[in-house]
């Protein structure tokens, strides 16, 4: 990976983990919903060791619901119920990146 574009994953992650620590703070959120948000906040910190890159900036997303699954002790339906309050967070940030 080029450190350029490594920089700015560093620099995203960053910022999304900060939306997501106030989001957690500030939202009322069911238990599920607190497992997923420490797992995604352990996920994004350590991006660079459990996301295997393919093709471009893509990530192998079995590898990341597999991560999820072992940290939440969730299943699969449970972790995709509960990151729905997460996705919005994400997609707030992707859209100002690409501005």
Do not use: C, P, W
Not at 1 to 24: A, G, Q, R, S
Not at 64 to 71: D, S
Not at 81 to 86: G, I, R
């Amino acid at each position: 990976m080029e450190k350029e574009t490594l920089v700015d994953h560093n620099k995203f992650f960053l910022v999304l983990i900060d939306k997501i620590e106030e989001f957690m703070a500030s939202t009322h959120l069911n238990e599920n919903e607190l497992k997923i948000g420490g797992a995604l906040i352990e996920v994004f910190t350590n991006y660079d060791e459990i996301f295997i890159h393919g093709e471009g900036n893509k990530f192998n997303k079995n590898l990341v619901l597999l991560n999820l699954r072992e940290m939440t002790n969730l299943s699969t339906k449970e972790i995709r119920n509960s990151l729905k309050k997460y996705k919005m967070i994400y997609k707030v940030l992707a859209d100002q990146r690409e501005d």
